[in-house]
């Protein structure tokens, strides 16, 4: 089992930052791909990030390429993701999730992640 706990979420205005975190314990950590999704009133959950184990590759869903970078600390079991211009689009209930996916072109798929954070409120104003 793994736990996820993500923090960092917030108000802040367009063009403005927040940097989100997660927490995770239980599994080795270190060997699991990581992933911060989204989910919009209305709308599905949808991929925002992904990282894998080693911190080398990485995946942006277009939306967020330029603006946001996902980046982990195996160490400190901890993965982060630093989201830069704001737009309200980007406002969404964001989760942190993980993945025992060994195959790098699986990560943005939603059900390929066993476990999930409860999700962070991130509110973008205009």
């Known amino acids: 089992q793994v736990q996820l706990v993500e923090s960092g979420g917030g108000l802040v205005q367009a063009g403005g930052s927040l940097r989100l975190s997660c927490a995770a314990s239980?599994?080795?950590?270190?060997?699991?791909?990581m992933g911060w999704f989204r989910q919009a009133p209305g709308k599905e959950r949808e991929v925002v990030a992904a990282?894998?184990?080693?911190?080398?590759?990485?995946y942006y869903t277009d939306s967020v390429k330029g603006r946001f970078t996902i980046s982990r600390d195996n160490a400190k079991n901890t993965v982060s993701l630093q989201m830069n211009s704001l737009k309200p689009e980007d406002t969404a209930v964001y989760y942190c999730?993980?993945?025992?996916?060994?195959?790098?072109?699986?990560?943005?798929?939603?059900?390929?992640?066993?476990?999930w954070g409860q999700g962070t409120q991130v509110t973008v104003s205009s």
């Open positions: 999730a993980a993945s025992a996916i060994t195959d790098w072109d699986r990560a943005p798929e939603r059900r390929r992640y066993n476990y």
């Open positions: 239980g599994r080795t950590y270190s060997s699991l791909t």
């Open positions: 990282i894998n184990w080693s911190g080398v590759r990485t």
